[in-house]
């Protein structure tokens, strides 16, 4: 018979209209759930890399905050506490962001290591995580001269 629209019904006798929007709602909130954390999973990543590259920066400007000290007829590049920690904080201020310091200083006098700090907020519905999410990196990097 053409042109003839048919319904199907279910054993009970119920028509099954309206089944398919529910089914469609329900993947497209089940779509948009793992877009929002990719989202999120993304930019945490991508604030973890730019902490990175920041403890990075701060290591290298704090090597760089050496004295030259000439003992038995060598020079030698020795590096401070006070020095790396000064030149780590100059970095950081003269940057853009919240990070901060927790860390700067010298384990042997030639190496630098600094440890900054920041909180992570997720870019989409941050009332999941008022405080934020707290984020660390440490670096170490050590003077040209030995």
Same mark, same amino acid.
Request: with cysteine.
């Given at each position: 018979m053409?042109?003839?629209?048919?319904?199907?019904?279910?054993?009970?006798?119920e028509r099954?209209?309206?089944?398919? /929007?529910? *089914?469609? /709602?329900?993947?497209?909130? /089940?779509a948009l759930a793992v877009i929002f954390v990719c989202v999120c999973a993304t930019d945490l990543?991508?604030?973890?890399?730019?902490?990175?590259a920041l403890a990075d920066s701060a290591a290298l400007a704090g090597a760089d905050g050496f004295t030259l000290a000439a003992r038995d007829g060598k020079v030698r590049?020795?590096?401070?506490?006070?020095?790396?920690?000064?030149q780590a904080e100059a *970095?950081?201020?003269? *940057?853009?962001?919240?990070?901060?310091?927790?860390a700067a200083g010298t384990p042997d006098g030639v190496t630098a290591r600094?440890?900054?700090?920041?909180?992570?907020?997720?870019?989409l519905v941050s009332?999941?995580?008022p405080d934020g999410v707290?984020?660390?990196?440490?670096?170490?990097?050590?003077?040209?001269?030995?």
């Amino acid at each position: 018979m053409a042109g003839e629209i048919r319904t199907t019904s279910s054993p009970s006798g119920e028509r099954d209209e309206g089944s398919v /929007l529910l *089914l469609t /709602l329900g993947y497209v909130l /089940l779509a948009l759930a793992v877009i929002f954390v990719c989202v999120c999973a993304t930019d945490l990543y991508v604030a973890q890399k730019r902490l990175d590259a920041l403890a990075d920066s701060a290591a290298l400007a704090g090597a760089d905050g050496f004295t030259l000290a000439a003992r038995d007829g060598k020079v030698r590049a020795e590096l401070t506490d006070a020095g790396v920690q000064d030149q780590a904080e100059a *970095l950081l201020v003269a *940057l853009p962001g919240e990070a901060s310091i927790t860390a700067a200083g010298t384990p042997d006098g030639v190496t630098a290591r600094v440890t900054v700090a920041t909180e992570w907020h997720p870019p989409l519905v941050s009332v999941f995580v008022p405080d934020g999410v707290p984020l660390e990196s440490t670096a170490t990097s050590r003077t040209a001269l030995r």
